[in-house]
């Protein structure tokens, strides 16, 4: 295959450790010729190993806290000083305390769940609006955000991480449309399989609906390593006119009303 992104730059935010999606994608822009930094909040810097990924990818991690339009700010500045105008930026970024504590959907913590708004949908808006202000994206450039299904439909486990993604998903279509505009910028998000990653796994219940969302896609669940070469599709000039949309890659699930499978497994 050719090197679908060669001399294309960009970011990359939330890579975490060899499991995210982030991290997968990193890995194979990398491998198709991009050029980029990557990013994450301090406090997962800490956490993750994204140091080893961009001594891999031959690159440095500026660190900046999404939520932040003064970290925002400097970090695309850094980037533009080094690479000039930008090609591809991946917001991979969420994150729910009320998730994390187990909180149930009818008993929130609205201050825990102003922050899940504020990191895992407010931050795309964020990220957009500093690069939009700033100038900072090449024509026909690429911009996308990671979704789940629940921003369609009811997963009473996912709690208010579904606001957010609902939130998400607005964002990249109301936005779209202006950054189409003004200079062709694409922007679109990602409806992901559940996936085993850091985040994901860290879920009450996620091994069993893993399974079952697996049993209910013909073509099985979508990993991360897919899910990342779905990602430089939409980064590339292939997709030049896509824009403005939520694109599942989940092996057919969000369509499937019902599988053989799962009939199997209940007749039991």
Same mark, same amino acid.
Request: proline residues 3%; aromatic residues 12%.
């Given at each position: 295959m050719s090197k679908l992104l060669e001399n294309? +730059?960009?970011? #990359?935010?939330? /890579?975490? =450790?060899?499991?995210? #999606? /982030?991290?997968?994608?990193?890995? +194979?822009?990398?491998e198709h010729g991009a050029s980029f930094l990557l990013t994450n909040a301090p406090i997962a810097l800490r956490m993750g190993k994204i140091n080893e990924l961009a001594e891999k990818c031959g690159t440095e991690v500026v660190p900046a806290d999404a939520t932040s339009m003064e970290d925002l700010g400097k970090l695309v500045d850094a980037a533009t000083e080094k690479y000039g105008k930008l090609d591809f930026v991946l917001h991979s970024i969420g994150? *729910? @305390?009320?998730?994390? +504590? =187990?909180?149930?959907? %009818?008993?929130?913590?609205?201050?825990?769940?102003? +922050? %899940?708004? =504020? #990191?895992s949908a407010m931050s795309f808006h964020k990220v957009l609006q500093t690069l939009y202000s700033k100038d900072a994206m090449n024509e026909w450039g690429s911009i996308?955000?990671? *979704?789940? #299904?629940?921003?369609?439909?009811?997963? @009473?486990f996912y709690s208010d991480m579904a606001d957010a993604k609902a939130m998400l998903e607005s964002i990249a279509r109301s936005f779209g449309y202006h950054y189409g505009v003004k200079n062709k910028v694409r922007v679109n998000t990602v409806s992901q399989s559940p996936t085993v990653t850091s985040a994901g796994s860290g879920i009450s219940g996620f091994d069993k609906f893993f399974d079952f969302a697996d049993q209910m896609s013909p073509l099985g669940n979508a990993d991360a390593e897919s899910c990342a070469d779905y990602c430089l599709t939409l980064f590339s000039d292939l997709s030049r006119y896509v824009t403005m949309q939520n694109l599942y890659h989940d092996g057919g699930y969000s369509t499937t009303g019902i599988s053989s499978k799962v009939m199997e497994k209940w007749a039991k």
């Open positions: 294309k +730059k960009g970011i #990359i935010f939330g /890579a975490l =450790d060899e499991r995210s #999606i /982030a991290w997968k994608v990193a890995e +194979k822009a990398h994150m *729910s @305390p009320n998730v994390r +504590k =187990d909180k149930a959907y %009818t008993e929130l913590n609205h201050d825990w769940y102003h +922050k %899940t708004l =504020d #990191i996308l955000g990671l *979704s789940y #299904i629940a921003a369609q439909e009811a997963y @009473p």
